[in-house]
């Protein structure tokens, strides 16, 4: 009895062994033992609503929910609110800092010359701007383009969960060293953790340098195009 289940016990790590290294081989460094929040059950606050106590939420029902937002001091200069567009379905979503003078006027996010770059690198990778979802960290611009404040951060960050969560893409990219810090809770410089696969909630992230900062550093774009590289493989996995 003894002998069978160590037996057993033997087959079932060596399974988990083979499980890590197929793992390590994908390039996952780390598995978060935290639960899955885009596992559980989303309880809409009007059940009766919808038919049923727990769902997903839909993008609309979020941006419905957001509103004339003022939950933080970014309301007071904005001129609209970005909140994000692009193909619901996709398998690829783009994640920014915040919006910019541009985005701020048009409400729409990447319109500016950082977003002509943005679609050049997507085309460059067999996709379109309409066939990914982009969005931002931070649905306001803020003054002069500063950095939000951890206050405002923790204000507006909760809606970008709930939008990936709708969206549950295979694929989150970051872009720039703002989003990247923010969706992996690091303060670990972009030129670290940028080329290297992390997750998001169980989703497969992969951070890399903000157009922007291509726009200064046009040097940078082959490390980009590295990191495009990775995603396009994974993407291409996933259709296989
Ligand atoms: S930045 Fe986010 S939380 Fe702050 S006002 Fe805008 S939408 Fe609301």
Redesign the pocket.
């Known amino acids: 009895m003894v002998d069978r289940f160590q037996k057993e016990l033997g087959g079932a790590l060596d399974q988990l062994r083979g499980l890590l290294e197929d793992l390590q081989r994908l390039g996952i460094e780390q598995i978060s033992t935290a639960p899955d929040p885009f596992m559980q059950p989303l309880c809409s606050r009007e059940p009766e609503s919808i038919g049923g106590p727990c769902r997903i939420e839909t993008l609309e029902e979020i941006r419905a929910d957001?509103g004339d937002?003022?939950?933080?001091?970014?309301?007071e200069a904005?001129t609209r609110?970005v909140f994000g567009e692009g193909h619901q379905a996709s398998s690829l979503v783009l994640v920014g800092e915040a919006p910019g003078r541009e985005e701020d006027r048009q409400g729409m996010p990447f319109v500016g010359e950082a977003g002509r770059l943005l679609e050049r690198i997507l085309f460059a990778m067999g996709l379109s701007r309409e066939g990914v979802y982009i969005c931002n960290v931070?649905?306001?611009r803020p003054p002069r383009n500063r950095d939000?404040l951890p206050e405002?951060i923790a204000?507006?960050e909760p809606?970008l969960r709930r939008q990936l969560r709708a969206l549950r893409p295979r694929v989150i990219v970051s872009l720039g060293r703002f989003s990247a810090q923010t969706l992996l809770a690091t303060s670990e410089p972009i030129g670290a953790l940028r080329g290297r696969w992390q997750s998001y909630a169980g989703i497969d992230l992969m951070p890399t340098y903000h157009p922007a900062y291509l726009l200064r550093n046009p040097a940078a774009k082959r490390e980009v195009w590295e990191d495009m590289k990775q995603v396009m493989v994974r993407l291409r996995h996933e259709d296989a």
């Not at 937002?69 to 970014?74: A, E, F, H, Q, S």
């Open positions: 957001l937002c003022r939950r933080c001091g970014l309301s904005r609110i931070q649905k306001c939000p405002e204000a507006c809606f």
